[in-house]
């Protein structure tokens, strides 16, 4: 089981990466433990243990229902986003053959603007109502 | 093979043009005339429809999209099925929404897009364009199921069909995988290195041993998750529930597009990828998958016959119809297998499953075309027992639910009869075979159900007629789901007498089956 | 060997250099910041640690190591403990794929702009499980809020670049900055003249771009005029309200990061990144060294003009906000996008 060459060259560009996700994970690491050893150490009570709420006492939970909007916001965010990362290789790709391309666009995009058009009368993403 | 191909792709481009141009109309019609909508799609459909109906059966098979699509006579008969399909669920769903009074708009689109994805279905050539279809029109359906949110039992239904459908999917895909692991390959017919045309099934039959039993689990593996699809036995069991809580109109659709589809897929699969065994060969493979399907095939029937007895509602009666319609519509797959097995490729079950699934059509729609009238899609209730004395109520309803239901049955000579004729005959052909013999078993077994399923619905005529009505309110026919509902009962009995025409469409279908 | 050097040794005294240099960057930004807002508003701001008060930061960070740090008794435990980090890294890794100068980039990736917005996307969950886990109606509001902030400005983000990457033909972030200010190209003519050489900039040639990508970036990085996660006057702190000491400074720390990290792909995309007309091979082999510095200057001028805006312009309203995200700036890039198409077909650039 030997990999393909262009395997490994492309697995090799990333190891410098890790090493940075290492730096930035020993680095969080190390601050919240220092924090804790160097902090101060106070006896807690009741009251510094409840939500901060500007001094009015906490009622219920704040794991509540929250507006349906904000659960359609990220749907459609993962629509568009996924059809913006489809014009990645179509960008890099245009000079190619740029006429053909630009037709394959306004269609794709003809298609994305319909759908984008439909979500704004629908008022998905309208938050002046309620 | 490699090229684009776009114009035989136009149906589908259609109907993706259908789909949007009412999704925007929903956005610019004033409420009340948001209802008009189903009458657009009826229309726009009935164009595809002529359409379909205007193409001549292609003489050979044409790749399309980079050969992910083919166009062949298979496919260009589930089409018209599907668009007759479609016409006949927006019929009868503008009444029903009207009086359910809720987004008709997302309705007929939704409808249009899963009507895309059977489209697509119909023309798969390759693995991934299989899984992204089916996709399309579980997605599509599932939204569809669960339409009525206020109500208990559609949520219920929604949310069953959808835990359901997506572990069917990750099986089919798991199944997929292997066949690739085994293959390296996921288009169903493909240019060799000499420019031949190869089949999947040629790669599978000369694979070594070992990777053929991969391929074979991942077969079995594929299909138990279009069984799902399909509701055969063992994977049946969110079949009564959906069906019964989905809006009438649905369920319609459910019980006879998304059944086609997974059947469609099915017979792709067993033709294209399942290798025919030369005589003599390893018959390993294949014939486990006889054996396999026989059993599944056996099962369902029973199943769906026997379970259909003590139900008191007739949409979940109509459930387990289906699932027992399904066990007859596997013996057909069974017959293939076996000829395959036998090294013969004669495709007589692909035509009895086509006819079957084309006379399926009419009768399934009147009997549903019915239901919604009679419950005006208000409360969309059914049970059995309101069905009482409909034959005094409204006897043109209650004459045209009888001979439905009596087609159903399988009574001669009634279109259904046919149906069931042609796939016991095909299964009773295999069994012709060397080794096969046991086949005749299984014959017999969809013989006895047709007497089974004959109890069951002469119980509801019996109702209909026998017994007084429980209320004197007159039942209004909207024209045209009566229109609709008349013509899908002409149809019944025209099929069924002069059966000619229709059995030569559905053999015309087997020429182009292979390549 | 040459692994363990190459793959290893390299990366990690460039690492060293960045990092370090990052750090000094939001050390000093969190200084101009105060400074700067005194400034505007006509007062001294912190003048008695160090010269200037330039030694200001260092006092703050001490004083936050020694902080007492609190985990309420109401909190989801390990979320709230991890939350901090998890904004905090993205900042910090996105800057792994930036072109420093020729030589500093700490891993060239050929999906460069992909790979920053895969992972400066991640710093969202860090905000909602911080939001979620402090389990605080402040909190909660704040990081739902800034959820999906983000990630609908994030579709405008990745919009308003693509007109970039038409012209660059790669996805490579050192390819788009030697792309630029080598003279532009118009009707199959290469103008190498000085102006030839600034209007080669992308900032010239995507102006549209790049303002989409400026107010997606100051949305993205939460600033005002984009701020409603932290709305002092409406939600106390927002998403971090619950947390204190280095946990506070993680998120502190995060923000800066990210809008060094904003800064630094807008130079790279926009400003000619470490390039400036030939004075980048000013020094010899030392001119790593000019062109960090380039780097740097450009960089310090884009920060400036975030806190400029900061202590500027008033706060959206959340309808505005989302508004001015999904009506306006969405057709907008799809727009830019079509233009770039066109302008290209017709000038051949």
């Not at chain 2, 054996?291 to 016959?305: E, P, R, S």
Request: charged share 10%.
């Amino acid at each position: 089981m030997t990999p393909c060459p262009a395997v490994i060259a492309t697995v090799s560009e990333y190891v410098p990466v890790l090493v940075m996700l290492i730096f930035a994970v020993s680095f969080a690491g190390f601050s919240l433990v220092v924090s804790v050893l160097l902090g101060k150490k106070a006896p807690t009570n009741p009251v510094k243990d409840a939500a901060y709420e500007c001094g009015m006492p906490p009622i219920s939970d704040a794991h509540q229902r929250f507006s349906v909007k904000f659960y359609l916001v990220a749907i459609l965010f993962v629509l568009f986003d996924i059809e913006v990362v489809f014009l990645y290789p179509w960008a890099v790709q245009f000079q190619a053959m740029p006429a053909f391309l630009f037709a394959e666009m306004l269609v794709f995009i003809g298609i994305l603007f319909l759908g984008w058009w439909y979500v704004i009368r629908k008022g998905a993403v309208d938050w002046s109502t309620e | 093979m490699d090229a684009m191909n776009l114009h035989l792709m136009l149906p589908e481009i259609y109907l993706v043009l259908l789909g949007l141009v009412i999704l925007i109309a929903d956005l610019y019609l004033a409420p009340e005339k948001r209802f008009n909508l189903g009458w657009w799609t009826a229309g726009g459909l009935s164009v595809l429809a002529v359409w379909l109906f205007a193409t001549p059966t292609p003489e050979t098979v044409e790749f399309a999209g980079f050969g992910l699509y083919r166009a062949d006579g298979f496919a260009l008969f589930m089409k018209k099925v599907f668009a007759l399909t479609g016409i006949l669920v927006a019929v009868m769903s503008t009444g029903y929404l009207k009086r359910y009074g809720r987004g008709p708009g997302e309705f007929f689109s939704l409808v249009i897009f899963a009507l895309t994805g059977m489209f697509m279905v119909a023309s798969v050539n390759d693995f991934m364009s299989l899984f992204v279809s089916l996709e399309l029109v579980t997605l599509c359906l599932f939204i569809l199921a669960a339409y009525r949110r206020h109500d208990k039992l559609s949520g219920e239904a929604g949310i069953k069909y959808i835990i359901v459908g997506a572990m069917a999917a990750g099986l089919m895909l798991f199944g997929m995988a292997f066949i690739y692991g085994a293959t390296g390959e996921v288009r169903f017919t493909y240019m060799g290195a000499d420019g031949q045309l190869v089949l999947l099934s040629q790669t599978v039959a000369n694979l070594e041993s070992g990777w053929q039993m991969t391929a074979l689990f991942g077969f079995t593996v594929l299909l138990v998750g279009l069984g799902f699809k399909v509701a055969a036995v063992p994977f049946h069991v969110w079949v009564p529930d959906v069906y019964q809580g989905a809006p009438t109109p649905v369920t319609a659709f459910l019980s006879v597009g998304s059944k086609a589809a997974g059947f469609i897929l099915i017979i792709r699969v067993i033709t294209l990828v399942v290798p025919t065994i030369a005589p003599g060969a390893d018959l390993a493979l294949v014939d486990q998958l006889v054996k396999l399907f026989a059993l599944i095939a056996g099962l369902t029937l029973f199943y769906g016959n026997l379970a259909a007895i003590p139900q008191k509602n007739l949409k979940r009666l109509m459930g387990f119809s289906s699932i027992g319609h399904a066990g007859y519509l596997l013996l057909g797959i069974v017959a293939v297998l076996a000829m395959k097995a036998a090294g013969e490729e004669t495709m007589n079950g692909v035509s009895a499953i086509a006819f079957y699934l084309f006379a399926y059509v009419f009768t399934n729609m009147a009997m549903f075309i019915g239901m919604v009238i009679f419950t005006q899609g208000s409360e969309d209730s059914h049970a059995i027992d309101d069905y009482a004395g409909l034959g005094k109520r409204a006897p043109l309803l209650a004459l045209c639910m009888t001979i439905a239901l009596l087609s159903l049955a399988g009574v001669p000579p009634l279109a259904g009869f046919f149906g069931k004729f042609y796939l016991i005959s095909s299964i009773v052909e295999a069994a012709r075979l060397d080794g096969y013999g046991w086949l005749l078993v299984l014959a017999a077994a969809g013989a006895v159900n047709v007497v089974i399923s004959m109890y069951y619905y002469l119980c509801v005529v019996k109702r209909m007629y026998m017994l007084e009505p429980t209320s004197d309110e007159p039942i209004h026919l909207p024209p045209p789901a009566k229109i609709a509902m008349v013509a899908c009962i002409v149809l019944v009995v025209v099929i069924g007498i002069f059966q000619g025409p229709f059995v030569q469409m559905a053999t015309g279908v087997l020429a182009t089956l292979g390549f | 060997m040459d692994f363990w050097i190459d793959d290893i040794g390299w990366p990690f005294i460039k690492i060293f250099i960045i990092a370090n240099v990052a750090l000094m960057m939001v050390a000093l930004l969190v200084w101009a910041e105060r400074r700067v807002a005194a400034l505007i508003q006509d007062r001294l701001g912190p003048n008695r640690v160090g010269p200037l008060g330039l030694l200001q930061p260092v006092a703050d960070v001490i004083k936050l190591f020694l902080k007492e740090d609190l985990t309420p008794g109401h909190v989801n435990r390990p979320f709230f403990i991890i939350a901090p980090a998890l904004t905090m890294m993205p900042a910090i890794i996105s800057l792994a794929v930036i072109p420093f100068g020729a030589s500093l980039i700490i891993a060239d990736l050929d999906i460069g702009i992909l790979f920053i917005f895969a992972i400066s996307s991640l710093a969202v969950y860090g905000i909602t499980i911080g939001g979620w886990a402090s389990n605080s109606k402040y909190s909660l509001l704040g990081g739902i809020r800034s959820t999906a902030q983000m990630i609908s400005y994030e579709i405008c983000l990745g919009l308003s670049v693509i007109g970039v990457f038409m012209l660059s033909k790669s996805l490579r972030l050192q390819d788009v900055v030697l792309m630029q200010g080598d003279g532009i190209w118009l009707f199959g003519e290469h103008y190498t003249g000085i102006m030839g050489k600034i209007l080669d900039w992308n900032i010239f040639k995507q102006p549209i771009g790049f303002i989409l990508f400026m107010i997606a970036g100051f949305a993205e990085t939460n600033r005002t005029p984009f701020d409603l996660a932290e709305a002092e006057q409406e939600l106390a702190a927002g998403f971090h309200t619950e947390f204190s000491s280095m946990k506070f400074a993680l998120y502190f720390l995060g923000e800066y990061a990210a809008m060094i990290s904003i800064g630094a792909i807008t130079v790279t995309l926009y400003l000619g990144g470490w390039t400036f007309f030939g004075l980048e091979n000013l020094g010899g082999s030392f001119s790593w060294l000019t062109q960090i510095l380039i780097f740097a200057v450009k960089l310090l001028a884009l920060q400036f003009f975030f806190i400029w805006v900061r202590w500027t312009i008033p706060r959206f309203r959340y309808d505005q906000l989302m508004r001015l995200g999904w009506q306006v700036l969405l057709p907008i890039g799809l727009a830019n996008i079509l233009l770039t198409g066109v302008l290209k077909l017709i000038f051949k650039v």
